[in-house]
């Protein structure tokens, strides 16, 4: 059975850096496009990032864009989004999710998902 599971998250205060990460078993994900998407209490699920199987190409929210950098280590069967100055707007719970397509921001595009890890930022 395939497994994407988070870890990384906690408490920061504004300005502060996390590091999540988020690794998989029970399958391979090495073709899979990966993804990281949040939601903030009351709001919908939103795009955060998104990273090619080879990881040469990534994509990121607009509200993000200089401030958080996805990555992944295939060998390692893991993906990681490394958050630099955090914000209190960044407070959510922050899901990885494998594409067996393309690097999408779109949530069906997106086959597996974690369970997902809270982020706070405290202002």
């Known amino acids: 059975q395939a497994l994407l599971v988070e870890s990384g998250g906690g408490l920061v205060q504004a300005g502060g850096s996390l590091r999540l990460s988020c690794a998989a078993s029970?399958?391979?994900?090495?073709?899979?496009?990966m993804g990281w998407f949040r939601q903030a209490p009351g709001k919908e699920r939103e795009f955060v990032a998104a990273i090619r199987w080879s990881g040469g190409n990534t994509y990121y929210a607009d509200s993000v864009k200089g401030r958080f950098t996805i990555s992944r280590d295939n060998a390692k069967n893991t993906v990681y989004l490394q958050m630099n100055g955090l914000k209190p707007e960044d407070t959510a719970v922050y899901y990885c999710?494998?594409?067996?397509?393309?690097?999408?921001?779109?949530?069906?595009?997106?086959?597996?998902w974690g369970q997902g890890t809270q982020v706070t930022v405290s202002s």
């Open positions: 029970g399958r391979t994900f090495r073709s899979y496009a």
């Open positions: 999710a494998a594409s067996s397509g393309f690097p999408s921001g779109k949530e069906d595009e997106y086959g597996y």
